[in-house]
């Protein structure tokens, strides 16, 4: 539709997860304003209608919000990763707090109390970097981000997110791709080799890097290699993913490690943990720390307690809240993640008799841990965005656990899944908020869930 200029002015009153202003019209229809952020007083273009609610762009700022900061990025509004680089960080930590605090009650339904949103640096977090590749007008391969809600690659060199080890890994293995005339993968076509560089960086310096390649193997690796190895980025370990499926998903099924070590090792709340590429881990190391020491603490784990982690990644969260004379049992999906829960197991002295891993679906796990220790005191979830299945929660609740510890990366599905729990004969007690994600749209949640 032709924008129509609304004559009259908007007050920007939130934030959605995308970064769009909203308001209200006078009609008490809700707007979004792209561009406007909240506490701004806005002129406005409309440029789609629909019954409830409307889209528009900012024509003129009559008031600005005094929460505004000047933006630092050259790619921000274009690039699908910050959210809220427009706004001051304290001003976002409130917003996330609401969010959170709005889903607990609204969706939950529950009287917790949120305690507070924990925080730490807002900038140079990010020990994972997933870069697409491309091409761009001229034919050229690129490297950048997905510009928000499409496929196509923002061309991005520098983000203080994260350390510039990544860029400068990233372009130098571009600039010899090439020189070897290599091509981008191209979802349309399903054509094209090169799909995505995958790294991830320990807090002092050491380096995995992945190519993901639409094909069974990449020649030349060893050319690219040298070439990542020669820009000064301390790589410790180079593996080639194949993918050629025409899918959304990043890496296919398996990694081979071309040179180096397995992945990276990296230190967290006093632990050693092998990562290796294929596997989940935290992004933001300082803030993990924070969130597990709030897990340990809502898990009150006693002497000779049996402790379920489900989804537990590379075992992180169970290795850190248990200790030697706590059985633990991990379940998670990935089976090289679940390799390094056991090897992470041993490297921090864990005794093999009380410490199990198993690979499969989460719904397995209270069944293994009762039939091998006979008991299950405490439960940990840490699931994906989508939160709990039914199975899952059912499976819990059988169990009858002291309590649950649920971390989780979306406030609107934990909220659903509190207020199963509260209707099961459990009840939220404490919940808390952490800023896993500075300036993007994500929170990380915890709630304890006590039994009646
Ligand atoms: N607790 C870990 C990982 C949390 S992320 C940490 O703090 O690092 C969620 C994890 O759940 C991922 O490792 C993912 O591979 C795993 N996962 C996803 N679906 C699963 C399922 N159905 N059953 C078990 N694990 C699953």
């Known amino acids: 539709m032709k924008k129509i200029l ?7 009153n939130d934030i959605n997860s995308d970064g769009v202003g909203v308001g209200k019209r006078e009609c008490g229809k809700t707007i979004f304003v792209k561009g ?59 917003l996330k707090y609401n969010i959170v605090k709005n889903a607990l009650k609204r969706i939950g339904k529950t009287n917790a109390q949120l305690e507070g949103i924990t925080s730490d640096s807002e900038f140079d977090y990010r020990n994972k970097v997933q870069y697409p590749i491309s091409t761009n007008k001229n034919e050229e391969l690129v490297f950048g981000y997905y510009a928000n809600h499409t496929h196509e690659v923002v061309p991005h060199t520098s983000c203080k997110l994260q350390s510039d080890d990544f860029s400068r ?26 799909r995505h560089l995958v790294m991830r960086r320990t807090h002092d310096g050491k380096m995995s890097f992945m190519v993901v390649v639409n094909a069974k193997k990449l020649e030349n690796w060893n050319v690219l290699l040298d070439a990542v190895r020669n820009s000064g980025v301390d790589v410790v370990s180079f593996s080639v993913n194949s993918n050629m499926k025409n899918t959304n998903v990043i890496v296919g099924e398996r990694a081979e490690v071309m040179w180096g070590e397995c992945g990276i090792v990296e230190e967290l709340c006093g632990k050693r943990f092998s990562i290796s590429p294929m596997s989940f881990y935290q992004v933001n190391r300082k803030m993990t720390e924070k969130l597990y020491n709030k897990v340990k603490e809502y898990a009150k784990l006693e002497k000779g307690e ?16 248990a200790n030697n004379d706590n059985t633990l049992v991990g379940v998670e999906i990935i089976p090289d993640a679940v390799k390094n829960a056991e090897y992470n197991a041993a490297l921090n002295g864990r005794n093999e008799e009380n410490t199990v891993f198993v690979c499969g679906d989460a719904s397995v796990g209270v069944n293994t841990v009762t039939k ?23 499976e819990t609740l059988r169990a009858q656990p002291k309590r649950i510890v649920y971390v989780s990366c979306n406030p609107a599905t934990l909220a659903r899944d509190v207020e ?30 006590n039994k009646q």
């Open 169 to 194: 890994a990233a372009s130098a293995f571009i600039e010899k791709a090439k020189e070897l005339g290599m091509t981008a993968y191209d979802e349309k076509t399903g054509k094209g080799l090169l």
């Open 6 to 12: 609304l004559d009259e002015l908007i007050t920007i």
């Open 372 to 394: 091998k220790f006979g008991k299950c005191d405490v439960i940990i979830v840490d699931p994906p965005r989508k939160g709990l299945s039914e199975e899952v929660i059912n």
């Open 420 to 449: 199963i729990y509260e209707k099961n004969g459990y009840i939220c007690e404490s919940a808390s908020a952490f800023d896993l994600f500075p300036r993007t749209g994500h929170v990380e949640t915890i709630v304890c869930l």
């Open 306 to 321: 049996t402790l379920l982690d489900l989804y537990c990644g590379i075992g992180t969260i169970g290795l850190c809240v």
């Open 36 to 94: 406007a952020v909240v506490g701004d007083v806005v002129e406005v273009g409309i440029i789609k209608e629909s019954k409830n609610y409307d889209v528009a762009t900012v024509e003129n700022i009559v008031t600005p919000s005094e929460w505004r900061v000047d933006c630092d990025c050259p790619a921000f509004n274009r690039c699908g990763g910050c959210v809220y680089r427009n706004i001051s960080y304290e001003k976002e930590l409130e």
